[in-house]
Every structure is written in C-alpha cells, then in structure tokens.
Antibody, heavy 119, light 110 residues
Framework: QVQLQESGPGLVKPSETLSLTCDVS?????????WGWMRQPPGKGLEWIGS???????YYNPSRKSRVTISVDTSKNQFSLKLSSVTAADTAVYYC????????????WGQGTLVTVSA | QSALTQPASVSGSPGQSITISCTGT?????????VSWYQEYPLKAPKLMIY???KRPSGVSNRFSGSKSGNTASLTISGLQAEDEADYYC??????????FGGGTKLTVL
C-alpha cells in the first residue's frame, strides 16, 4: 500500500526558506509516476505548488515558480519542497501526493503538515 | 491562473441527490477531459473520488459520478448519506504541465 508522510519544521520565520520532505513507502519513486506538493491555507482551498518526475523533471505553479524548488532523493525514496522568502501568506497545511501524469490527478496523499510562518 | 469556480456550499437531505459545479475556462476544463474530484474531511488528507471527468477509483461508491459540459464539470452524489458531509474540490489540467484546483464546496447533509 502506497503511503506518503510529510515532515519538516512547523514554524518558519518570515524571509526564511520553508523546507519539507515527503517519505514514500510501498512504492519506489524510481518506478514511475509524478510526485507533487499542494497546500491549503487555513480556511481556504487547495493550491497546487508543483510536481516532479523521478528523473528530475519539474513543473511549477507559475505564480510560485520563482520561489519553489522540488527535488528527489531516490536513494531514500523521498522528495522535497523548498519555498524561499516566506511570508505569513505561506502559512498552510502542506500535502505531498502521488500524481498520474496520464490523467493529471493525485491518487495517494500524505496526511499533511501545518507550517506556520511567524517571527 | 485563477482557481476554478465552485459554489461555497451546497446542502441536501439524506437520500436526495446533489450536484456540485466546477466552472473553468476554455484553457482548462473546456479543453481537456482531465477533471478530478477530491473529498476532504476536517484534518484529513483529501481522497480521490473521480478522475478523468467520470471515472471512479476502486473502492469509491457508485453514488458518486462526474460529468462535463463545455467549461463546467459537475460532481453528483446520489442517495445522500450523512457520511458524505465534507468539503469537495475539483481539479483540472490547465495545459503546460500545470493543474488548477477549485475553491472548494462544503456539503452539508441536513
């Protein structure tokens, strides 16, 4: 059974870089699929941040592209998100998920992790 | 990219059918049969309910169905049950290897 689990600091200071990791179990990232990040600010809807293939190909939300980096570590079967120059507006629950590019949908999700941006 | 438009809330009584709309543009919903729907309970991860407009993943009740007409996709839940009370989000491929979500709809079962 495919499982994903986000981890990282729950509190980040303004202007710093938010860093999260998604550990994948039950499926090898190297075997295929895309792997994506979403977020949900408190009381608001879901937003796609970006996705990547195990080869390193990445696709980002145009509105976030300048601050986002998604990378993969196949040896650890995990992928990561970095969001630079954060502000309070980046406070959200961040989710990682497995994505099927053939249909552009997310079939397995992590439980999500709350990241608060505050001094 | 602007979020797809969903009604903020819908409601229905047990046993009834409800439909949640998801309106996009000719650049996303209208151009691709790549709309998916997710169910989200408070403090829980979203769950895929419909993909590619009208396909159900294994294990999802056949009370859930999807459709699309022009720039608007729809999720219909028939035989409404108390457990269906949740937030629902649509998502569409938007070209150039990007996806876009709707603002979400809160379903209340009266």
């Amino acid at each position: 059974q495919v499982q994903l689990q986000e981890s990282g600091p729950g509190l980040v200071k303004p202007s710093e870089t938010l860093s999260l990791t998604c550990d994948v179990s039950g499926y090898s990232i190297s075997s295929g699929y895309y792997w994506g990040w979403m977020r949900q600010p408190p009381g608001k809807g879901l937003e796609w941040i970006g996705s990547m293939y195990h080869s390193g190909s990445t696709y980002y939300n145009p509105s976030r592209k300048s601050r986002v980096t998604i990378s993969v570590d196949t040896s650890k079967n995990q992928f990561s998100l970095k969001l630079s120059s954060v502000t309070a507006a980046d406070t959200a629950v961040y989710y990682c998920a497995r994505e099927t590019i053939s249909g552009w949908y997310f079939d397995h999700w992590g439980q999500g992790t709350l990241v608060t941006v505050s001094a | 990219q602007s979020a797809l438009t969903q009604p903020a809330s819908v409601s229905g009584s047990p046993g009834q059918s409800i439909t949640i709309s998801c309106t996009g543009t000719s650049s996303d919903v209208g151009s691709y049969n790549l709309v998916s729907w997710y169910q989200e309970y408070p403090l829980k991860a979203p769950k895929l309910m419909i993909y590619e407009v009208n396909k159900r993943p294994s294990g999802v009740s056949n009370r859930f169905s999807g459709s699309k007409s022009g720039n608007t996709a729809s999720l219909t839940i028939s035989g409404l049950q108390a457990e269906d009370e949740a937030d629902y989000y649509c998502c569409s491929y938007a070209g150039s290897s990007t996806v876009i979500f709707g603002g979400g709809t809160k379903l209340t079962v009266l």
